[in-house]
């Protein structure tokens, strides 16, 4: 893991730019908690959670690092499995997980000479799923998810 003073060579991926102040508000909002049984009027949420929330969708509003989540909801994967399974180069794959990284989205553990990478939650898994499902809605009279319920 980099050390606090380390820089990534682009500067979206500075430890002290942009995606790292995102990953900051990430794991200060992680005691947010809301039930989805409870109604919360929209002006009793904390307005630094919404613009959080905001960054997260702007981090999966791409296809790329959408799948690699989907994957990952899945389990663990080394870069080279996961390049295989959303059809894009290592580099390409490598750098769009430095960008979850920062986002606090992901994390990786060293084994050997493989680094495996796996979701800090499931909540971003489980916000890609329920994008794909609504989707499904904007494109079938009645979604496969539906479908598979009955």
Not at 80 to 107: D, N
């Amino acid at each position: 893991m980099r050390s606090p003073s380390a820089r990534a060579s682009t500067s979206d991926l500075r430890e002290d730019g942009p995606r790292a102040a995102v990953g900051r508000r990430l794991v200060a909002g992680y005691n947010l908690r809301m039930s989805a049984d409870a109604q919360t009027p929209s002006e009793a949420v904390d307005p630094t959670y919404v613009e959080i929330a905001v960054e997260v969708f702007a981090m999966l509003a791409d296809a790329t690092r959408l799948r690699i989540v989907l994957a990952l909801s899945a389990g663990e994967h080394t870069v080279g499995e996961l390049a295989e399974a959303v059809g894009k180069s290592p580099t390409s794959v490598s750098q769009h997980l430095a960008k979850l990284r920062l986002a606090r989205m992901v994390a990786a553990r060293q084994d050997g000479n493989h680094a495996y990478y796996r979701l800090i939650n499931d909540h971003a898994g489980r916000l890609v799923v329920d994008a794909l499902q609504q989707a499904e809605h904007a494109v079938e009279a009645t979604p496969r998810h539906h479908r598979e319920q009955a």
